[in-house]
């Protein structure tokens, strides 16, 4: 039994939200178990705040108009030993710059969901020659070549089928990508009642992320050309306030609109179906929701890749313009009640931030001294 109090560092980077959700459901399934401190951190916090916000703007403006570049780099550093100079480079920096931030934190297990933080963490361990345990939760249903790092521990992973990615003698546990509480673990009757959606109605979810990069009005246009009489338009926006007032605007009668809201779980589990894009997090919320999934024009990279396993694996769908979309909601639209509710659960790991969560405490009571 360990007797001092548990330091729990989990490390992030807010590229994408997701590495950010999942390390926030991890915080949270261990602020429930007792003698244990959990710190969040950012790499992002290493540098100046000034670099991290251009380095955002940076990159969402490579994904909206020039995919192509990032389609590029991500092959780039995912082929081969080739990009590893670069990867040594960033994370070195990072590693000196985030020094006091870690000797701070004086953890005894550091938990990183995105692979810059692993790379920061496999260097500090190798220049401290220190034996702290450090494990990976690769939070995509694909695994990038810059997240095998030597001195990684363990790694968390979406699935079994990806333990191939890894060398034989690397631990793999394929516990599913963390989730926050509430998703698996609500009724749909009892969230279409609290949302004032009627038992008959077929709810369709437009789901693009803060960013929006999923173009809702687009796609609400040609849903609303053909529109099935029972089917009800849904839209969560997150902080994009532009994308929201200009749905509330041109579709005021037609799409139900959600801004920023900690209802998502209730939301997404009393749906029927969604429209989104193929980030690892958001995907896996909606398995573990039991929606049948509408992948829009997945961008190149890990999204693709998580696109291509989810139609391979778990029953998505890939659309790549917004008539494919309205021609597969409208059949979706046709099946019964029981067709859309018998099938995706079990692909689904709502569990999976505690099984992490056991799993790191029961390996820390071997490592830690009593």
Not at 104 to 121: L, Q, R, S
């Amino acid at each position: 039994m360990i007797n001092k109090k548990i330091k729990v560092l989990l490390l992030s980077a807010p590229i994408g939200s997701g590495h950010r959700l999942a390390a926030e459901a991890l915080k949270e399934t261990f602020e429930n178990k007792e003698n244990i401190e959990v710190i969040h951190g950012n790499v992002f916090n290493f540098f100046p705040q000034i670099l991290g916000k251009t380095f955002l703007k940076v990159y969402l403006w490579i994904l909206g108009a020039c995919p192509w570049l990032y389609e590029a780099m991500y092959k780039w550093g995912n082929k081969g030993e080739g990009s590893l100079w670069m990867r040594s480079l960033i994370n070195g920096a990072l590693a000196y710059l985030g020094e006091g931030f870690i000797k701070k934190a004086a953890p005894d297990v550091v938990i990183a969901t995105h692979a810059t933080p692993a790379g920061i963490m496999s260097i500090c361990k190798r220049r401290n020659k220190t034996n702290l345990y450090l494990c990976g939760v690769i939070t995509d249903f694909t695994v990038h070549r810059w997240w095998l790092c030597d001195g990684v521990d363990t790694y968390f992973i979406a699935d079994e089928r990806l333990k191939e990615k890894f060398p034989k003698e690397q631990e793999t546990v394929a516990t599913g990508i963390p989730l926050r509480a509430g998703f698996g673990n609500l009724e749909k009757v009892t969230c279409r009642k609290e949302l004032n959606w009627k038992k008959e109605d077929k709810i369709c979810l437009l789901m693009g992320g803060g960013e929006g990069l999923l173009p809702m009005e687009e796609i609400v246009t040609q849903l609303l050309k053909n529109k099935p009489h029972n089917l009800r338009l849904v839209a969560l926006t997150g902080n994009n306030q532009n994308l929201t007032k200009a749905l509330k605007t041109k579709f005021a009668n037609s799409v139900e609109v959600f801004s920023y809201t900690d209802k998502v779980p209730q939301i997404m589990c009393g749906a029927d179906m969604i429209i989104s894009k193929a980030g690892g997090v958001s995907s896996a919320e909606v398995l573990a929701s039991n929606l049948e999934f509408i992948i829009y024009k997945p961008l190149p990279g890990q999204e693709e890749n998580n696109a291509k396993f989810l139609a391979n694996y778990c029953e998505a769908t890939i659309a790549n313009s917004t008539e494919e979309i309205a021609q597969k909601v409208q059949a979706m639209c046709l099946y019964n009640e029981e067709k859309l509710s018998q099938g995706k659960r079990f692909y689904g790991k709502p569990s999976a931030s505690k099984e992490v969560c056991n799993f790191v405490l029961k390996r820390l009571k071997n490592i830690l001294p009593s």
